[in-house]
Each structure stands twice: as structure tokens, then as C-alpha cells.
């Protein structure tokens, strides 16, 4: 799948396209930036810290054993992503990787585990690399750990 990026609300229909589609599409995705290839994505289920709905977020993986890494890049920005704000405070969350539904744990990384982890991301999607250039605030990496499988998000 493509992602123009440039329309309002990509974000919000790639989880559509995603979910829809039971992983069918939008699991692998072209964010068509020049130089850097496909990408793998899941689907992060989190709990709204205010409203307490369930929010879904589109984000690129990687693999660590048994676990699913993701970064809370929000592409350099000074502040966390909405999603790393509401997983700070409700670490239980679902998630979605191809048409695999889980329920687990969020584990904030740090110290030498987040510097091997990040480096593998930046390894997956180089422009991690230059948000962190771009922040005084250190990008935090994020291990999803599976506890176990469900039916749907």
C-alpha cells in the first residue's frame, strides 16, 4: 500500500484500510520518501488518558524475539505522540500486525536495551535518525509484549 501523506487524515484511513482489510493491506506500506523502502506496520490500540475511548494508531515495527518494537518519533516534534502519552498511563493495550490481534503489555525501553532498539529501528526507517536530530527530547522506543491472542482489536 501507498501512503500520501500529504492528504489530511492518512493516518486515520490507513487504520480503516488496515482494519477493513484484516491486515490483507496496509500491513507493508510505501510512505514514498525517496531512498527509503517499504515499511512493515501495525495497528496500536491504546486508552484515551481523558476521554477513555480506544484510539488506534498506524505505526512501524520491528521484531525483538517474541516482541514488536515500535517508536514515538511524532517526527521529531518537541512533545510524545497522543498514543505514548496514553500508554504511560494504561500500559495494557491491543494490537494488530497482519491479521495477528493481541492483548499485552507496553514497556517503555531505556538505557542500553532503547539505544539497541532504536539503532534497529533507525536501521528499518532511517528518518528515525534525523527526528532525533531534530528534538531536545530523547525519542522514546517502546516494546509491545504479547500476553496473548484475540478475536479483533
Not at 2 to 11: A, E, V
Not at 12 to 28: I, K
Amino acid at each position: 500500500m501507498r501512503i500520501d501523506r500529504s492528504k489530511p487524515g492518512w493516518p486515520d484511513r490507513h487504520a480503516e484500510v488496515y482494519l477493513e482489510s484484516n491486515g490483507r493491506e496496509g500491513h507493508v506500506v510505501d510512505l514514498g520518501i525517496p531512498g527509503v523502502p517499504a515499511v512493515d506496520t501495525l495497528l496500536l490500540q491504546t486508552t484515551g488518558r481523558k476521554s477513555q475511548d480506544a484510539k488506534i494508531s498506524p505505526l512501524i515495527y520491528g521484531r525483538d524475539g517474541g516482541r514488536f518494537i515500535v517508536v514515538a518519533s511524532k517526527g521529531g516534534a518537541p512533545k510524545h505522540p497522543g498514543w505514548f502519552l496514553n500508554l504511560q498511563d494504561q500500559p495494557e493495550v491491543r494490537f494488530q500486525v497482519a491479521d495477528k490481534k493481541y492483548r499485552g503489555v507496553a514497556r517503555i525501553t531505556s538505557g542500553a536495551e532503547r539505544e539497541r532498539l532504536f539503532r534497529m529501528m533507525a536501521g528499518l526507517y532511517s528518518p528515525y535518525d534525523e527526528y532525533q536530530a531534530k528534538t531536545s527530547r530523547e525519542i522514546p522506543v517502546v516494546a509491545l509484549e504479547p500476553r496473548e491472542e484475540i478475536e479483533r482489536l
